[in-house]
């Protein structure tokens, strides 16, 4: 089983994230996907903290004014990167579920499904988990960008445990559901932050089974009530991205 891709898609058109400012003409539109594309690989190496705007300007095949007078700063390149690369996450798998990735198959089949889905999310985007992690408490904005990312893709693998169960519009085995998942995104946050150092860390085949586990364990059980208020079964508005000022844009020639 192997869920984990070396970097995501190519940056599609259409998406303007709101720490690039607007574009007008169609080059300066290449030039900013361009940037963006560079500084996504940069996040996945765990690379970006450490290269300074000019070497990504050189990566780009451009000046560093020219970057940033498409973006804000550093910091609004790599927000943009963080919006970019959830909404694009979202939008496959909206795509994946409309054709019928878990229409017709059993519960455990669906769940199994699910599961290899949201670890195959996480391995993707891991090194940006980590980034983001280190960034929250100065910039809690961007940790939000991949929680709603991840309740939008959470409903849908919700609505297909409940479809595969029969149990579709029924809102306590909804909850319950939502209760299950949300002990899976903390068990496989856990895992790619690595508080504790493991003895022996689990196989992506492992963490698999073990999560569907979990599932199948969860929606069986009569859940308490305090565990079925749970943030991935409803919306909170606490979820929602925060609006980010403006920064200060740097000069050319400061550190980034």
Not at 31 to 57: F, H, N, Q, W
Not at 158 to 182: K, L, M, N, P
Request: charged share 25%.
């Amino acid at each position: 089983m192997n869920t984990r891709l070396k970097s995501l898609p190519e940056f599609a058109p259409g998406h303007e994230p709101g720490g690039a400012h607007p574009v007008m003409q169609e080059r300066s539109r290449v030039l900013r996907d361009k940037a963006l594309a560079c500084a996504r690989d940069l996040v996945l190496e765990g690379r970006y903290a450490s290269t300074p705007m000019a070497a990504i300007a050189r990566a780009v095949g451009c000046s560093v004014g020219a970057l940033y007078f498409r973006f804000h700063d550093k910091e609004a390149l790599f927000a943009s990167v963080v919006e970019v690369a959830m909404a694009q996450e979202v939008e496959a798998l909206q795509a994946q579920a409309a054709q019928g990735r878990y229409v017709g198959v059993s519960l455990r089949d669906t769940v199994d499904r699910c599961v290899q889905d949201y670890v195959g999310f996480v391995q993707r985007n891991e090194s940006m988990i980590r980034a983001l992690y280190q960034r929250a408490s100065d910039e809690p904005g961007y940790w939000s960008i991949v929680r709603v990312a991840a309740f939008k893709m959470v409903q849908i693998w919700i609505e297909a445990v409940a479809e595969a169960a029969g149990r579709a519009g029924d809102r306590a085995f909804i909850r319950q559901a939502g209760t299950a998942f949300w002990f899976v995104s903390s068990s496989l946050v856990y895992s790619v932050l690595m508080i504790d150092q493991p003895v022996r860390p689990l196989t992506t085949r492992e963490q698999v089974f073990w999560l569907n586990e979990m599932v199948m364990h969860f929606i069986g059980l009569d859940v308490p009530e305090s565990l079925r208020q749970s943030a991935v079964t409803r919306p909170m508005r606490a979820l929602l991205p925060r609006g980010r000022a403006t920064r200060p844009r740097r000069s050319p020639g400061e550190k980034a």
